[in-house]
């Protein structure tokens, strides 16, 4: 199987292209030498200023959102109900605050697959928290992405999670991609 490192051009398309692209890619951590990987099942799409679910929203820039203001490919990590890190890379370029929220992988233990749902669940499983917010993904040692060869079949779209609070528009925007449990 050949592996393929995702490039800064594969996270500085439009972010509904990348967020789709990234199902079936896998994310690879290296943990003190040991090395993990997981296959993306599920992302979201938050597409910057002009959508209310967004961290961006009307143009907040603060320090917590700054990642997503850089380069694709950067890592976005914050801290939702004080308790769950979840991880997003950014997307459409420099200075375009639009990003893919990673909801879902998929890993092989024992010979089998198990699915891991929830955002705070995948960051957890692969122990990603605060420290790794910033990094870049296109060139880190510890965290990044791979292309893999694997065609990925029956990808499915819909509304976003847990988004009611940006209102139904926002909430029902069809920026969610997942394949599902086998």
């Keep these: 199987m050949t592996a393929e490192r995702l490039s800064r051009d ?42 209310a679910a967004s961290h961006a929203f009307g143009g907040r ?60 669940l995948v960051t957890r499983y692969l122990q990603i928290d605060k420290r790794h917010d910033g990094i870049d993904a296109t060139t880190s040692n510890q965290l990044w992405l791979e292309n893999r060869d694997e065609r990925v079949r029956g990808i499915k779209r819909g509304p976003r999670v847990g988004v009611d609070y940006a209102g139904a528009y926002w909430a029902a925007r069809p920026w969610r991609f997942w394949i599902e449990a086998r």
């Design 10 to 51: 594969d996270f500085n398309r439009p972010t509904l292209h990348v967020a789709r692209g990234l199902v079936g890619s896998y994310l690879v951590r290296n943990i003190k030498g040991r090395r993990m990987s997981a296959m993306i099942a599920e992302t979201e799409a938050y597409k910057g200023p002009r959508d």
């Design 61 to 120: 820039r603060t320090a917590r959102v700054e990642p997503l203001y850089r380069d694709g490919g950067t890592v976005y990590v914050y801290l939702v109900y004080g308790m769950h890190w979840l991880l997003n890379f950014s997307t459409a370029g420099a200075g375009n605050p639009e990003g893919v929220l990673i909801r879902a992988i998929m890993v092989e233990e024992k010979g089998t697959s198990r699915f891991i749902v929830g955002p705070g």
